[in-house]
């Protein structure tokens, strides 16, 4: 193997040296046979590790900054650089996220991200994304409890899990347990804190609460406007998380406690109907939030997606049939009354439907078209020539251009150029 040395300079750190040197050699095997994937990645997370800036390697290697910061961390990533040596279906910035998180040491993660598909991989980033933030935001609402000495319990128990409800409990004297009671020991309680999202009202300055009546909710989104006599601007107010607290007392825990178990009169079928009900409510808390968390990612996933359908040069076929069946459905009887005499057709629901269920794409898209010209049409009245609305402009110009591009015999008279705003309704001669 040809070796070239050279003198090295001893003003130049070691550091420095092997950055200069790993970009030479980065762009010499790129001049020569491309390094594999995993190999780019291990030399430019080896850059940024001796100190060098992405925007140093970006300028180095002549590429973007962005691209170096995502390839740095998947270098960098065990996982993510065998999936990039694996060739996975997984793209630049999907295997940047496998890297983040394992950098963060977040194995579950991960796992869950490697195992997903390629198309639902945004779907389940989100969904981890979002369960971690929920995390984040009950250990921050926690911490308050945790400084008194309570225990926290990460997930509603259930009614077998081995925790005592206080709202289940009495003193020794038979009197209800209030919040006051865990505040004695905490150290023997454990905490529950169910969220409701977005339920409270609070000053921006100075976080007290606000009463939503005390608000002029007509401000939002104009800091310029005067809220009403009496009333604050709604952009001096946000919206924030309600922690509600409920004091679980450790079954092992409730002997020598001062506390028993609230004994009613023994009905075995009233008991089990009633912890039924308890396990019920609190699994079905549990659905909406779990399901919460999947519908918000699902959004996020989709959203991503309808670029992506709009951008191709051919529509999928079924997409004329799909846009006539929602405004179909969107149609008031006179509005369908006139579509039927325009398409010839029974002016009934069914018949309508039917006729776009039987419609291929071309005569889809004449269906969309007379329900347009139908809604269009209902709107302009005998005035139209000074009080046209934009849709009916946009409406009489469309006409007007059908017509002649399609040689049919029909132009717009003086009163829809006029309207069309094609010409000053005072220029038209009433005389003739």
Known sequence: MPVWITDADPAVNDNERRIARTIDQINLNERRIPLPDADLASGVALTLELGASATRVAEGLQRKRSEITKTAAIGASPTAKRLLTENRQIDLDQLAIIADYEQRGDTDAV????????????????????????????????????????GILTTEPDTNAGFVSAATLTTSDGDPVT?????????????????EKNALLLDKETGALVESEAVDWNTRH???????EGLRHAESVQRADRWTPTYYLP????????????????????????AAVREQARLARRRVIELNVRGEAANERRNKFLPRLVAGATLHQS???FVAETLAHKLNHTERTKVASLLRIDASSEALVTAIS????????????AMQIASTELEIGKSLWRDALPATQRYLRFLGEAAADLDLDFALVDVEQAA?????YHDIDIES
Do not use: C, M
Request: glycine share 4%.
């Open 222 to 228: 104009n800091p310029d406007a005067e809220p009403g």
């Open 358 to 369: 039987n419609a291929s794409p071309n005569r889809a898209w004449t269906i969309v078209l």
């Open 179 to 195: 919040a006051d009671h865990p505040y004695a020991d905490p150290r023997k309680w454990v905490v529950w804190l169910a969220v």
């Open 251 to 274: 079954e092992d825990a409730l002997a020598g406690s001062g506390f028993q178990v609230v004994v009613p009169e023994p009905d075995p079928e009233i008991e089990a109907d009633t």
């Open 319 to 321: 997409t004329a049939r």
């Open 420 to 424: 069309a705003e094609l010409i000053d």
């Open 111 to 150: 796992q869950r991200l490697e195992r997903a598909g390629r198309y639902d991989f945004t779907y389940v980033h989100k969904r981890i994304d979002t369960e971690r933030a929920a995390t984040r935001a009950l250990l921050e609402a926690a911490l308050p409890y945790a400084a008194y000495g309570f």
